[in-house]
């Protein structure tokens, strides 16, 4: 499956410094795009351990519930991943400048590019 549409729309938001489509079971890029000051390779596999921990610790508290998205606000950016639910073991992770960025629309893009993934 071809990843560079959505990794587009994302990066077609006000304020996208980098985005990409990871896969969590692995770690592995997918596809990516954006600023080269984001590592991306590096970005995946940091955060994939974000989404197994958040799924594992979901598994602990025995929450039957689903994560639409997880948030990490540092000082200058916004550190944004969505799973997919009908693409299992993928997330989209979307890196913004905090000062440009609607977060709102920035959201909004994810859903629209997982919607748009089919």
């Known amino acids: 499956m071809n990843y560079d549409k959505p990794v587009a729309e994302m990066l077609n938001v006000d304020g996208a410094v980098a985005a990409a489509v990871v896969d969590y079971a692995s770690g592995m890029l997918l596809a990516g795009g954006g600023s080269s000051s984001v590592d991306l390779e590096i970005a995946a596999a940091g ?7 958040k799924i594992k610790t979901m598994g ?16 200058k950016q916004y550190h944004l991943m969505r799973p997919l639910t009908r693409h299992d073991g993928l997330f989209l992770y979307s890196v913004l400048d905090r000062s440009r960025a609607n977060l709102a629309l ?3 893009s994810l859903v629209d590019a997982e919607r748009n993934l089919g």
């Open 106 to 108: 920035a959201r909004r």
């Open 60 to 75: 602990m508290l025995n929450l039957n519930d689903s994560i639409e998205d997880i948030l990490i606000t540092l000082g």
């Open 47 to 53: 955060n994939t351990e974000v989404m197994r921990a």
